[in-house]
């Protein structure tokens, strides 16, 4: 059974808030962008939590039976992308995330407020 990009964006968010992921922040891309659905930022304080942080998403997108379509910057963890089809989490260095500023790259679209 294939899970909605909302099934996919409530468990990757549960993940990161799970790591004490900071300011996360979902921008629903939708008619904005063919990407993705869904980006859900956020970010870590070290590497050693950017680093768990993604690997709790891995985990339970493995647990969902949800296809990973890429995982990269693992090694280094100043800005690791996991790609899930419709929903891409992005998972910066607290110093790198201010650096990048995708949530200005995307300004357009709407931020999802959780309930």
Not at 15 to 22: C, H, M, P, R
Not at 78 to 107: A, K
């Amino acid at each position: 059974m294939s899970k909605n990009p909302e099934e996919i964006l409530a468990f990757v968010v549960e993940a990161a808030e799970d790591k004490k992921a900071a300011d996360v922040v979902t921008l629903n891309l939708q008619g904005l962008s063919i990407i993705a659905d869904y980006f859900v930022i956020c970010h870590g304080n070290s590497e050693t939590q950017v680093q768990a942080i993604a690997s709790e998403a891995r985990k339970k997108a493995h647990e969902y039976g949800v296809n990973i379509r890429g995982y990269e910057g693992i090694d280094t963890a100043r800005w690791v992308l996991l790609d899930l089809g419709d929903v891409v989490l992005h998972v910066f260095h607290r110093d790198d995330r201010e650096y990048y500023n995708i949530e200005r790259l995307w300004s357009d679209a709407k931020v999802v407020e959780r309930v």
